[in-house]
C-alpha cells in the first residue's frame, strides 16, 4: 500500500471531528470516564495517522506535499486544498500529542463531559486544518472554527474571572480575525483575482504601499494571535482563567497558530514587503521577548508566569 495515495491529510480532519461528533452522541447518563476512553483512543488514532505522513514526506523536497484538492465553492476561490511541509508537519504532531496530553489530564468530571471533551477534539481538528490548508479562505475558515469551542471551555470550565477572560479573548481573537480575512480580501480585489490558493504569488503585482498596507494587517492580526506587544492583554487573564488542560493547549498549540500563519502568510505571501519590514520586525520581536521575560520573573501566580514566559519563547 502506497500512503502517498491515502487521504491522510482528511483523515486527520476528519478524526477528530468525528470523534466530536460521537461523544455528542453519547447519552447524557454516559460515564465521564467512558467519554474521556473515548476522547483518548480518537486522539491516538490520529496521532498514529500524524506519524504515517513522515513515512512518504519526503524532508529534501521543498513546497507542499501530499496535496489534496477538491473544488468546494469556486466563483469566490474557497476550495479544499490540503498539503503539508516542514513548517507544518511539526506542528500538526504536536498538536496531537499536546491534545492527548490535555484529555489524560484532565481529572475534574463533575461539568458536562460530553461537551468537554467535544471541544477538546474539535479544536484539534480546527488547528489541523489551519495547519495543512493550502488556500487563505479555507485557512481563514479553520482559524475562526477554533474560536468558539475555545471561548467555551474557558467560560464555562475556567475560574471565578473566566467570564471577563473569556470575553476578553473573544473580543481580541475577533479583531485578529477581521484584519486577517481583510488582508486576504484586499489581496484578490488589488490583484483582481479569485485565486486563494496558495500556489501562486500574485503580490507581486502590488505596488509596494499596497504589500505594506496588506503586510501591516496580517502583522497586527497574527501579532494578537502570537501574542506581541501590546496585543497581549488577553493572554495572562485567558492562561489564569483557564483550566490546566486547557491552559497546556493555549500556550503549546494555538499561540503558535500567529507565528505560523506570520510566517506562511506575511513573509510567503509578501517576500519583498517583509524585507523592508524585516528590521523593525526584528525590533519588534526582541522587545516582545525582553517584556515577556521580565514580566514573567515578577509574576507570583504560576500560570501568569508561564503565560508571559511561553510569549517570549513565542517570540525567540
Not at 495517522?49 to 489534496?68: N, W
Not at 485578529?176 to 496558495?198: E, Y
Amino acid at each position: 500500500m502506497n500512503l502517498a495515495d491515502l487521504p491522510l491529510l482528511s483523515l486527520l480532519l476528519a478524526i477528530p471531528f468525528a470523534g466530536a461528533l460521537g461523544l455528542m452522541l453519547q447519552p447524557v447518563t454516559a460515564a465521564p470516564a467512558r467519554l474521556r476512553a473515548v476522547a483518548i483512543a480518537v486522539l491516538a488514532v490520529q496521532i498514529l495517522v500524524s506519524l504515517l505522513l513522515l513515512v512518504p514526506f519526503d524532508p529534501a523536497e521543498p513546497g507542499l506535499q501530499l496535496r489534496e484538492l477538491h473544488s468546494w465553492i469556486p466563483g469566490i476561490g474557497l476550495d479544499y486544498r490540503l498539503g503539508v511541509d516542514g513548517l507544518s508537519l511539526p506542528l500538526v504532531l504536536i498538536n496531537g500529542a499536546l491534545t492527548l496530553v490535555a484529555v489524560v489530564c484532565t481529572r475534574e468530571f463533575s461539568r458536562r463531559p460530553r461537551l468537554y471533551f467535544a471541544l477538546l477534539l474539535l479544536i484539534s481538528g480546527a488547528v489541523n486544518g489551519a495547519f495543512l490548508a493550502d488556500n487563505l479562505l479555507l485557512f481563514f475558515l479553520f482559524y475562526e472554527l477554533e474560536l468558539i469551542p475555545l471561548w467555551l471551555l474557558i467560560s464555562i470550565w475556567g475560574g471565578a474571572g473566566r467570564a471577563y477572560a473569556a470575553t476578553k479573548f473573544l473580543i481580541f481573537t475577533a479583531i485578529s480575525g477581521m484584519l486577517i480575512l481583510g488582508a486576504f480580501l484586499g489581496l484578490a480585489l488589488l490583484t483582481g483575482s479569485v485565486d486563494f490558493s496558495l500556489t501562486p504569488v500574485t503580490s507581486e503585482r502590488l505596488a509596494m504601499g499596497s504589500q505594506l498596507v496588506l503586510l501591516a494587517a496580517l502583522l497586527v492580526g497574527f501579532g494578537i494571535k502570537m501574542p506581541l506587544v501590546p496585543f497581549h492583554t488577553w493572554l495572562p487573564d485567558a492562561h489564569t482563567q483557564a483550566s490546566t488542560p486547557v491552559s497546556v493547549l493555549l500556550a503549546g498549540v494555538l499561540l503558535k497558530l500567529g507565528t505560523y500563519g506570520l510566517l506562511r502568510f506575511g513573509l510567503g505571501l509578501f517576500p519583498e514587503a517583509w524585507s523592508r519590514l524585516a528590521p523593525g520586525l526584528a525590533l519588534w520581536a526582541a522587545a516582545s521577548v525582553v517584556f515577556g521575560s521580565l514580566a514573567a520573573i515578577a509574576q507570583r501566580d504560576m500560570k501568569r508566569m508561564v503565560a508571559y514566559s511561553s510569549r517570549g519563547a513565542a517570540r525567540g
